[in-house]
């Protein structure tokens, strides 16, 4: 398998990609293309980028192609087991899914006024309304799979699955811009950011030399 990704710093959809592909315990590539630049531009044009109209993360396993992440995270539980990714209990999976869903799908003001940038720390000033209203239902959700489902460890769901992969970009975003938290939000960003694979992608997006000044500009 081969997956193709953008910077680490920045591409918050390739770190959820490359996560489901950790989590799937399943050998793969890691292709990095830097985004936004003349590389960028030219590799866009490649077959390899094609099925997705110049998006990542892409996933290529033989002939087969998927992109986007939740695709990719759901064909991979299709080849090694969904039980890798999503609670047994039933009531625990579907709160699961339906907040991976909407994490998919939702937060459009989050995301384009606090873009991931792992390397970055700033305390982010003038939050729009609909954007701090986004973080709450975000905490509000945190708050009730750690209660209601989180008590075999210190991830969402307890053991670390699809939820967890779908918010690592959020804890960042999180820790990035200085948002407050309480303890048990506190408490599970921690363990996100000290998982082995979220250091191993934290200390390569440190070691990046790429800079997309859109994303530094944020104040």
């Not at 099925?51 to 986007?68: A, C, N, Q, R, Y």
């Not at 009730?144 to 460890?153: D, F, I, L, N, V």
């Amino acid at each position: 398998m081969k997956l193709i990704i953008g910077n680490k710093n920045y591409s918050s959809w390739s770190l959820r990609g490359w996560l489901a592909a950790k989590q799937s315990g399943l050998h793969f590539e890691e292709i990095t293309v830097p985004m936004l630049g003349e590389e960028w531009e030219q590799r866009k044009q490649d077959d390899q980028f094609q099925p997705s109209s110049g998006k990542v993360p892409i996933l290529w396993d033989g002939d087969t192609v998927i992109w986007d992440s939740l695709a990719i995270m759901e064909y991979l539980g299709d080849k090694v087991g969904r039980e890798r990714f999503w609670p047994k209990d039933e009531a625990a999976r579907g709160m699961a899914r339906a907040m991976v869903a909407e994490m998919h799908s939702s937060y459009a003001s989050l995301r384009a006024e606090m873009p991931m940038n792992v390397r970055r720390r700033i305390e982010i000033r003038d939050l729009s309304d609909q954007t701090k209203s986004e973080i709450v239902r975000i905490l509000g959700l945190w708050a009730e799979a750690r209660a209601r489902h989180g008590s075999a460890g210190p991830f969402l769901f307890g053991t670390f699955g699809a939820a967890d992969i779908f918010y690592a970009p959020i804890v960042s975003r999180f820790i990035t811009y200085g948002i407050g938290v309480p303890g048990f939000a506190q408490s599970y960003m921690q363990a996100i950011w000290e998982h082995d694979w979220m250091a191993k992608w934290i200390a390569a997006s440190e070691e990046e030399e790429w800079v997309i000044e859109q994303y530094e500009s944020v104040q």
